[in-house]
Nanobody, 120 residues
Framework: QVQLVESGGGLVQAGGSLRLSCAASGRVFSINRMGWYRQAPGKQRELVAGIGSGGSTNYADSVKGRFTVSRDNAKNTEYLQMNSLKPEDTAVYYC??????????????WGQGTQVTVSS
């Protein structure tokens, strides 16, 4: 069974930092594109940051200069370093990955979500 397991969410004061991790487990052959999304109450899920297999990155305008996405291919893990957090960053954060499995199947997977709450 293939899973994306997230960790690192929590409660932090405005201006603080958090680091999210997302590890892919199971019969994963390779990880193509990975990304982080978030969904605040009453709002649609939105892309926060993405990283390609070659390391190219893209960010939502609202987090540019504050968030950094990275990946460790040896560990099948991606990270989201979040600095200078603002109350409007409060949301459930989801990791997403386009995985190629050992069976030859290629599919898209979501993590279970982790809550990030930023207090003012």
């Amino acid at each position: 069974q293939v899973q994306l397991v997230e960790s690192g969410g929590g409660l932090v004061q405005a201006g603080g930092s958090l680091r999210l991790s997302c590890a892919a487990s199971g019969r994963v052959f390779s990880i193509n594109r990975m990304g982080w999304y978030r969904q605040a109450p009453g709002k649609q899920r939105e892309l926060v940051a993405g990283i390609g297999s070659g390391g190219s990155t893209n960010y939502a305008d609202s987090v540019k200069g504050r968030f950094t996405v990275s990946r460790d291919n040896a560990k099948n893990t991606e990270y989201l370093q979040m600095n200078s957090l603002k109350p409007e960053d409060t949301a459930v954060y989801y990791c997403n990955a386009d995985l190629s499995l050992r069976s030859g199947v290629r599919d898209n997977y979501w993590g279970q979500g982790t809550q990030v709450t930023v207090s003012s």
